[in-house]
């Protein structure tokens, strides 16, 4: 069942209700209704999601919440859409033609007590700080820049296949895997105990800053591969791109 997040349904929120997230305050709101509070709107959908699907041009910054809060800015409120189904948060535009500049935008704010899949489809950027996560899936698919800067996780998968950029930032993984098949580039840093990577596309990789005890690259592509020396690396490629072994950063 989808729960559509209404643009224009207000409601009231005393200021024992309100908590701090990121960059402003989230009003604990009715369920699947918007609230306004200070100079924000926010939406507590009525269902729990642990996947995001970002297609709009916003930027969005995601960080730990006891319970699934997303605040949108009110300038924001009629030109995208929040819907949750299926476990999955959409946040798109209404319409194809936002010219809205990008510059002016106040973030959207997400909380979660749990993510296990985050997907920018758009142009949006995603600023991440998690504290914990089982298994993570990040897909970089459009033409928006992902950032972290702290991510502890069991299992991290990331695919770049958009334009987009990746900054994988405070990565602290016992396994890491890593596809690139698009033409953004993908830096990683922090430490893990195996490292994958799959490079197929134009984009180049830089994992220098990351610490593994195991790496294993196949660079098929036209993009730089850049690692770190690790007790086990196997490095494989048919591609015109090269594999360098860098010093740790």
Known sequence: MEKRIPPHAV???????SRSFGLGLIARAGLACAVLWGSAVVAEPA??????????ADDVRI????????????????????????????????????RTSRQSRVPILIGVPA?????IAGSGEVD??????????LVVSGSGNLVTRNLK?????????????????GVVADRVTLRSAGAGDTLLAGQTNMLKVDATGAG??????LQAAAVTVRNDGAGTVRIAP????RIEGSGSGRTLVSERR
């Open 11 to 17: 409601a009231q929120s005393d200021s024992s209700s």
């Open 47 to 56: 269902t729990s999601f642990r996947s995001i699907v970002l297609r709009s």
């Open 63 to 98: 960080g730990y919440a006891e319970h699934p809060e997303v605040t949108v800015p009110p300038e924001r409120r009629d030109a995208v859409t929040v819907t949750v189904a299926n476990d999955q948060l959409l946040i798109a535009p209404r319409k194809s033609n936002d």
């Open 115 to 119: 993510l296990n899949r985050l997907e």
């Open 128 to 137: 991440i700080t998690l504290p914990h996560a089982t298994s993570l899936d």
């Open 153 to 169: 996780v069991a299992v991290l998968a990331l695919e770049s296949e958009g334009s987009g950029n990746a900054r994988i930032g």
């Open 204 to 209: 180049d990789v830089d994992t220098a800053a």
């Open 230 to 233: 690790a007790a086990t690396m």
